[in-house]
Structure formats: structure tokens, C-alpha cells
């Protein structure tokens, strides 16, 4: 499977500026190819004929990002390929989608917490301040934490969850990740 993973936006030290994905990723995803979708103007279009997911990853909203994700979102919903959004990603496709979210949010960040999914207690990890509060129009609320804040969702062809699975030992998601690889 080709998958493109959406890039944070770094400044290091220096005043430098990089396009940077969770390396996580590449242990989630051993057997597959990954390509790193910069924040930039480039061929959309390209991109989204040649791969077979889009991962939206965890970190900042800084213009430029938002820019190309909301593009690439965009070509692959025209498309009907499956998104992924993780935490950063969840809050942007739920806000796009028409779901609500909070912020900010109490004992959510660096954080390890319990979610319910399919009757079953998870623990996961969390690194965001936000919350979502209500999910978009039509989409299936899979999991919850112990607030009654939405984890995770799903609709069509898009997942959300707003835990980082990059960085679980395990690499843990909901069954139906399966499914939005399926749609069509």
C-alpha cells in the first residue's frame, strides 16, 4: 500500500524550517511505502491518484499545513480512498466535516487514559489539549473517553482517533480501520 502522511511544521534551534513525520509511522506500517506530503503547491492530484491512504497526522496547524491537507482531503474524498486523522487530524476533519470541538481540555496532554470501545476499557495515549464534543452529521461515534468526550469516529471512507497509534506499543485501532481501507 502507498500511503501519504501530512508533515508538522519544525523551526529548529536556529530558524530553520522542515516538514517532519512521526517515524512511528514507519513501524505501523512495516510493509508498506510511505511518502512524506510537504506543506507546499504541488501536484494534488498526482499525489492522490498514486497512493492508497491518507494519514493526517498529530502536531500544529500552521497555515501552510492546513492549506495542503484541506487540498488533499479534498482529492482524496473525491476519490473515495480512506483518510486516517490522528489527534491533530481528528480535530481538522471533525471541524471540516461539521462536528464540534472544545478547547481547551483538562488531563488530556502527556497523558495515558482509559477510552470504551465495543464495551471494552482501552488505554491510550494523549497529547492534545482539544476534545471532541460532537461528531460530524451521519458519522458513528466508536469510542469515548471517561469525560464522554469522542475519540473516535467514523464516516465512509474517513477515521478519526485522537490518540497517537504511531506511538502505542501495540499500534492499537478500532476493527473498522479495516473498513475505510475497503470502501469504495
Not at 505501523?28 to 504541488?42: S, V, W
Not at 500544529?60 to 499545513?65: D, I, L, S, V
Request: proline content about 4%; hydrophobic content about 35%; charged content about 25%.
Amino acid at each position: 500500500m502507498n500511503i501519504l502522511i501530512s508533515c508538522r511544521t519544525y523551526r529548529n534551534p536556529n530558524g530553520f524550517d522542515f516538514d517532519k513525520y512521526e517515524t512511528g509511522f514507519n513501524d505501523m506500517f512495516p510493509n508498506d511505502h510511505i511518502t512524506a506530503l510537504l506543506n507546499k503547491n504541488q501536484d494534488f492530484k498526482f499525489l492522490a491518484d498514486n497512493h492508497d491512504l491518507l494519514v493526517l497526522s498529530g502536531g500544529n496547524g500552521e497555515q501552510c499545513r492546513l492549506v495542503t491537507e484541506i487540498e488533499m482531503i479534498n482529492q482524496f474524498n473525491t476519490r473515495k480512498k480512506p483518510i486516517l486523522g490522528v489527534c491533530h487530524g481528528a480535530f481538522l476533519l471533525t471541524q471540516l466535516m461539521d462536528g464540534e470541538t472544545i478547547h481547551p481540555v483538562s488531563n488530556h496532554k502527556n497523558t495515558f487514559h482509559s477510552i470504551f470501545y465495543n464495551n471494552e476499557d482501552i488505554l491510550v495515549n494523549s497529547y492534545h489539549g482539544s476534545g471532541i464534543v460532537k461528531e460530524p452529521t451521519g458519522a458513528k461515534i466508536l469510542a469515548k473517553d471517561e469525560d464522554g468526550l469522542i475519540e473516535s469516529w467514523i464516516f465512509e471512507n474517513v477515521l478519526a482517533v485522537v490518540w497517537h497509534p504511531e506511538r502505542q506499543p501495540d499500534f492499537w485501532m478500532p476493527t473498522e480501520f479495516k473498513d475505510i481501507l475497503k470502501y469504495k
